[in-house]
């Protein structure tokens, strides 16, 4: 006994739109019964265009009927129909946004198959949507591999920056089976390369340095370099053993550490830079007693922000061009 299909809900159901009466349905995989309209669907696609311009067939080899409606089966899922609908209705874009991305894979190869009018570039867009970007970044990612699509995995990519690598919250996106585990290497490689990197850019601005003191008429100048002015047990501090050298004051040398140590796990550059201006308690408590630090320290925290985020920015882009993700 063959299986019955079910309807599916708006707007492709069979009384989605009452005063233009579908003509045609297209039966998923799963047996599914969109109902469309052949004007719209011969409009958008050049196959539909062709298919309907044939003779119906009669007889044993007619097409099924079902509430007066010729029925077209299709091999895509109920999932990828709807998406490959939805490319096929651009007015009902704002009423029907994509809700999801079930689908959005399969619907990506069927566009092409059914020669759908831009109906990839609707698709990569909806990819980089906010709404999907930033909250199932590693399920665009996967889905961007899949697709062969280089420029939107490696927005992903830069996405995934700014999350944990460990974040046992995450549920694995289902399109992780349609890659393969070299791609998943690559984006680890590539997080832990921005890692270090964006480490060892930290480091850069607290090891020990051999500047000299700054011209007067600099003030504000990194006040952690600056050793005027400051309280006994504050300002920068001399190597014993090389007296040409010296170290930040202490509060800020341990303020950097703090924050060098998240971003090996969680290396956003944004939030880093964020951080680097937002003073802990134990960093308050450590310049409260030092008049030149309470004075400059957070105009200079802020200007060393600044310029953390965009050298970080500039040399993570350079290890970003080195990759690819679907190749």
């Not at 297209?26 to 004007?39: E, I, M, N, T």
């Not at 089966?73 to 709807?82: N, R, V």
């Not at 020990?208 to 047990?233: F, I, K, L, S």
Request: glycine share 4%; net charge negative; hydrophobic share 40%.
């Amino acid at each position: 006994m063959a299986e019955s299909s079910v309807n599916a809900s708006d707007p492709f159901s069979p009384t989605s739109d009452e005063l233009n009466p579908p003509d045609v349905i297209l039966r998923s995989s799963d047996l599914v019964d969109f109902y469309a309209h052949k004007a719209i669907l011969s409009f958008r696609s050049l196959f539909f265009r062709n298919m309907f311009s044939f003779p119906h067939p009669v007889g044993e080899e007619a097409n099924p009927m079902k509430d007066g409606i010729p029925v077209a089966a299709l091999p895509e899922s109920s999932k990828a129909l709807e998406k490959l609908l939805l490319l096929c209705y651009p007015r009902l874009a704002n009423s029907y946004r994509f809700r999801d991305l079930d689908g959005v894979s399969a619907a990506y190869e069927a566009a092409k198959k059914y020669e759908i009018s831009d109906g990839r570039g609707t698709l990569e867009a909806v990819l980089v949507d906010p709404r999907f970007l930033e909250q199932e970044t590693y399920r665009v990612f996967a889905i961007a591999c899949h697709c062969a699509l280089e420029h939107v995995a490696k927005l992903a990519a830069m996405e995934t920056l700014k999350k944990p690598r460990l974040d046992s919250t995450l549920s694995e996106p289902p399109e992780f089976e349609l890659i393969s585990a070299q791609r998943l290497w690559r984006l680890g490689l590539f997080h832990t390369r921005c890692s270090k990197e964006l480490a060892g850019v930290m480091s850069n601005i607290y090891v020990a340095t051999d500047e000299e003191p700054c011209p007067p008429e600099q003030d504000p100048y990194p006040v952690w370099w600056d050793p005027r002015g400051h309280n006994a047990g504050c300002g920068p501090r001399e190597e014993p053993d090389f007296p040409e050298f010296r170290h930040p004051a202490k509060w800020f040398a341990d303020h950097m550490r703090r924050i060098r140590e998240a971003c090996l796990v969680h290396p956003d550059v944004g939030r880093i830079a964020q951080n680097v201006t937002e003073m802990s308690e134990p960093t308050l408590v450590a310049i409260a007693s030092c008049p030149k630090c309470v004075k400059h320290a957070t105009e200079c925290l802020r200007i060393t922000a600044s310029d953390l985020e965009d050298q970080a920015t500039r040399r993570i882009g350079s290890i970003l061009a080195t990759f690819s993700f679907t190749t």
